[in-house]
C-alpha cells in the first residue's frame, strides 16, 4: 500500500517496524500468509491500516472468522491497539459481547435505523426499547407478557403474570414510578427481569416482600462460577443466572425471587420502555 503511494523506502520499512511493534509481528516479518494462523492474518490486516496512519478505522465484523478463544484474544488486542492510537474505530458487530467489552459508545441499530447510541452500561441499564433489551446481555434479557394493576389504598403500581389457576406480583418500587406509567393501568405490558436479578437463595427469599414466583427446573447448565436455570413458570419460560453453589437440578419444584428493584417495562403496543 505503501509502495503504492509513492511513499520512500526509508520511511516504509520505519512504519512497518512500528506497526510491527504495536501488534507483536516483529518475529513474523519475513513470513508468508500461509503460514500464519489466523489471529496473526487479523493482526497484519490491522498492521496495513496503521502504517497508512488514517485519522478513522473502519473495521467490519474483523472477528467473524475465528474460533471463540481467538476471538477472545483478539478482541483484547484491538482495545490496546485503540488506547496506544488514540484513533477512532468504528467497528460493526452482531456480537454483543465484542460491542460490550470493546465500545467507548455504542450505536444499536435494527433494520437500518439507530434504535439507541450510549455507553455500553447505559444501554444494558437503560435500554430505551425492547429490542436494545434484548439484544444486550447474555443470556438475554426475560420478556413476560403481564398486566399492570394499580392499589389505590396502597399507593401502589403492580405487575401481575402468571396462570389463572397461579398469579404473581411484583411491586413497583417508588423509585421506579413514572407519571407515564398511570397511563398503562389496567392494560397488557411487558416485563423485562434479566437472568441475574432473578435468585434462588434463601438469603432473598426470605426478605423478599414481592416478586417470590414458583418454577419448574427444566435444564441446569454449568458455566463454572454460575449456573444458569432454564425454568417454566406456570407456561412462561424464564432463565436465571446463579451461583454455582445452587443444589437445584432438572425436575426440582423450586421458589424464585425476582428482584422488583432491577425490573424494566415496556409498552407491549410499540415495545418502547416505560420503566427502567
Not at 496512519?53 to 467490519?60: A, G, H, N, T, Y
Not at 446481555?137 to 407478557?145: A, E, K, T, V
Request: glycine share 6%.
Amino acid at each position: 500500500g505503501l509502495k503504492l503511494r509513492k511513499v520512500p523506502k526509508d520511511e516504509i520499512e520505519r512504519k512497518v517496524n512500528e506497526a510491527a511493534k504495536i501488534l507483536d509481528l516483529t518475529h513474523l516479518l519475513d513470513r508468508k500468509p500461509r503460514a500464519m494462523s489466523g489471529g496473526q492474518c487479523q493482526r497484519v490486516a490491522l498492521g496495513r491500516a496503521i502504517v497508512r496512519s488514517p485519522k478513522v478505522f473502519l473495521l467490519d465484523e474483523p472477528l467473524s472468522n475465528l474460533d471463540a478463544k481467538l476471538r477472545a484474544q483478539m478482541r483484547t488486542e484491538i482495545s490496546k491497539i485503540h488506547k496506544r492510537l488514540g484513533t477512532t474505530f468504528i467497528y460493526v458487530t452482531h456480537d454483543q459481547t465484542e460491542a460490550m467489552t470493546m465500545g467507548d459508545r455504542i450505536v444499536c441499530m435494527k433494520d437500518g435505523w439507530v434504535q439507541q447510541i450510549d455507553t455500553p452500561q447505559r444501554l444494558y441499564d437503560e435500554p430505551k426499547n425492547k429490542f436494545v433489551a434484548g439484544f444486550l446481555g447474555s443470556p438475554m434479557m426475560n420478556f413476560i407478557d403481564a398486566t399492570l394493576k394499580y392499589e389505590r389504598e396502597y399507593d401502589q403500581y403492580i405487575v401481575e403474570f402468571g396462570s389463572a389457576r397461579n398469579k404473581f406480583e411484583v411491586i413497583v418500587p417508588e423509585s421506579k414510578v413514572t407519571r407515564e406509567l398511570g397511563n398503562f393501568v389496567g392494560k397488557e405490558i411487558i416485563l423485562g427481569i434479566r437472568p441475574e436479578s432473578i435468585h434462588d437463595e434463601e438469603m432473598y427469599l426470605s426478605n423478599a416482600t414481592t416478586g417470590v414466583i414458583s418454577c419448574k427446573v427444566e435444564i441446569t447448565e454449568m458455566m463454572g462460577a454460575e449456573i444458569y436455570l432454564y425454568l417454566d413458570c406456570e407456561g412462561i419460560p424464564l432463565t436465571a443466572r446463579v451461583s454455582s453453589r445452587s443444589t437445584v437440578r432438572p425436575g426440582d419444584e423450586v421458589k424464585m425471587a425476582i428482584d422488583p428493584n432491577r425490573i424494566h417495562i415496556f409498552d407491549k403496543e410499540t415495545e418502547d420502555t416505560i420503566v427502567n
